[in-house]
């Protein structure tokens, strides 16, 4: 009998067994806990130093540092960055591919129109 996973994503297999949003929360702190550990590192930072530079406990860093631990705030992930001199980044990106846009007031003469027109007479 054939698997029914065979030939799906990673992501499908995840969503199907209703993990996905935990497995993506788990991944998305292990890089944030190892890029943080690696600019500690950089620095010569202890766990110590770095709270001292927080204005926080050392129990708060072992919490930001644990990837089992997703309950961290973007506060605190921003005043980590600012202690190491560092920049924090965050983005968003679609999860699917956004949903075409009609334009039914499109000149013939636009470049959308005109591609429209090339690609339907391939």
Known sequence: MASRHIGSGIDDFL??????DAFQARAVKEVIAWQLAQAMKERNLSKRQLA???KTSRTQIDRVLDPENGNVTIET???AADSLAARSRFSWSPAEPP???????????????RLAGALLHE
């Open 15 to 20: 969503e199907e067994e209703g993990v996905r």
């Open 52 to 54: 001292v530079l927080m």
């Open 77 to 79: 992930l921003q005043r």
């Open 99 to 113: 949903p075409a846009i009609a334009c039914p007031r499109a000149s013939p003469y636009s470049p959308r129109s």
